[in-house]
């Protein structure tokens, strides 16, 4: 079949793939990118940016990446650790509304927010004041839960766990602290609430690909990041059969796909899709 006898949607949709697969050769682009992110995450450009009101800390291109995830697997719960100023949460919880509605469209039904199945659960340790208040007077909260507490302590995992078993679908991001340690952690408690075919997401993998000394701050680098843990929990999973929460097979797959076609990504490695 040539192009022209294909249905026009799927004969666009193989040509945004061609499209990216053609970008497999450009390595001056990629480099450039690499310069581009490096001087970017040096300059603050991440806290530039906010989701309905609320700052967010992440990329555009990573924020738009979220929304066809989002649409991709219409999940019905999003667990989040790592909340801070609360943009993320009120990103997923628009997204998750906006799913609400187009159900509700769809099935000729009249839309009440206060009746969604939806949700989203956010975990931070630090949960400020102003934050909280934002957030809870958002027009988006109906649809949000939060816990204050490490999300890697056995009570906030059980807490969350708990949550979890009511939903169908769950799509994970983990963007919490950011060391080797502490994100293997987090991959051990909640990777495996991920429903098949859609994703966990670990962020800032890209801390992995940064100079040695380009976090003086922080305990994170190069062989102590997001990425690292996330090498060391796939290889396991590949050595050893683990079972996630719904007593099927675990095995996530980097959707590839999504980082070649963003370039400007602090998730490299981490669009892991539930197989
Ligand atoms: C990078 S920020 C989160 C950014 C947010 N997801 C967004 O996109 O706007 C990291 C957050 O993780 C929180 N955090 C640090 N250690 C944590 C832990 N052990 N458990 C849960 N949250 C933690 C911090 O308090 C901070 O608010």
Known sequence: MTNVDKDPIEAFRQEVVDTVSS?????????????????????????NFSSFGRPIIQFPTDMVAFQEIVWEVKPDLIIE????????????AALMANLDYCEAV????????SKSNRK???????????????????????????IE??????????????????YQKILVCLDSNHTHEHVYEELK?????????????????????MPDDFYPDRPWGPANSPKSAVYQYLDE?????????DGEKLLFENNQMIEDKLFFTVNPNGFLKRV
């Open 23 to 47: 970008y497999a050769d450009e390595k001056e682009w990629r480099d450039l990118t690499h310069e581009w992110t490096k001087h970017a995450l040096s300059k603050r450009y991440v806290y």
């Open 81 to 92: 650790t790592g909340i801070a100023h609360g943009g993320s949460l009120i990103q997923s």
């Open 106 to 113: 769809q099935s000729n039904s009249v839309l009440d927010p």
């Open 120 to 146: 989203v659960l956010g975990i931070d340790i630090d949960i400020r004041k102003h934050n909280r208040q934002e957030i809870e007077a958002h027009p988006f909260s109906h649809l949000i839960q939060m």
């Open 149 to 166: 507490g490490s999300s890697v302590d056995s009570d906030i995992i059980s807490e969350v766990r708990s949550v979890a078993s009511e």
């Open 189 to 209: 408690a909640y990777a495996p609430l991920t429903s098949k075919d859609s994703y966990c997401i670990v962020f800032d993998t890209v801390v992995e690909d």
């Open 237 to 245: 999973l590949e050595q050893s059969a683990h079972l996630g929460a």
